[in-house]
């Protein structure tokens, strides 16, 4: 039987369905992935850029702490 042919496929996995206990499992189709080497100055930009995302949520969520403490304290002594 021939495999059909489809002409939007361009080869990519999105999610491979190659699991140990389902019937068309292959070992030998495992695919090992080079580990990616950055060098001193790329592992520096990789963390300041994951340090600058995270710090605006984190701020934003301190502030709208202290704004919400500061309000409940004053409102109930007043």
């Known amino acids: 039987m021939k495999k059909k042919e489809y002409r939007d496929d361009d ?11 389902f019937r068309w499992y292959n070992p030998q189709a495992e695919k090992k992935e080079k580990p990616v080497f950055l060098s001193k100055s790329d592992r520096r930009a990789v963390f300041f850029t994951g340090l600058k995302s995270f710090l ?15 309000l409940c304290y004053f409102l109930w002594l007043w």
């Open 11 to 21: 080869g990519r996995t999105i999610a491979n369905m190659n699991v140990e206990g």
């Open 56 to 70: 605006l949520p984190a701020v934003c969520v301190l502030a709208g702490g202290i704004v919400a403490f500061l």
